[in-house]
């Protein structure tokens, strides 16, 4: 089993920064790909981001690509979610989430572990 910790979240100005944190505890391992994604109120849970077990690869949603950036940090288990340029259609919870086993990074039924959520509140 893996437990997964988002922190970071909260209320920002459009236009501005957040850096969500995503630790992993538990039955760890680099091997798992991770990814971000989010829900707002009333509407379906969405990819945000993946990064590959080794962090040599990601991957974005059209809709936060140039503004968002994934990475990881084995070496401290955690994934990192750094969110520039935010706008009020960013407000979500935002959920990470592991995986090991195969198939696309974009679909949520890929991925084994989730976190509980961390709300991003944007304000126009």
């Known amino acids: 089993q893996v437990q997964l910790v988002e922190s970071g979240g909260g209320l920002v100005q459009a236009g501005g920064s957040l850096r969500l944190s995503c630790a992993a505890s538990?039955?760890?391992?680099?091997?798992?790909?991770m990814g971000w994604f989010r829900q707002a109120p009333g509407k379906d849970r969405e990819f945000v981001a993946a990064i590959s077990w080794s962090g040599g690869t990601q991957y974005y949603a059209d809709s936060v690509k140039g503004r968002f950036t994934i990475s990881r940090d084995n070496a401290k288990n955690t994934v990192y979610l750094q969110m520039n340029s935010l706008k009020p259609e960013d407000t979500a919870v935002y959920y990470c989430?592991?995986?090991?086993?195969?198939?696309?990074?974009?679909?949520?039924?890929?991925?084994?572990?989730w976190g509980q959520g961390t709300q991003v509140a944007v304000s126009s």
């Open positions: 538990g039955r760890t391992s680099s091997s798992y790909a």
């Open positions: 989430a592991a995986r090991t086993r195969s198939g696309s990074n974009y679909f949520s039924r890929n991925y084994d572990y």
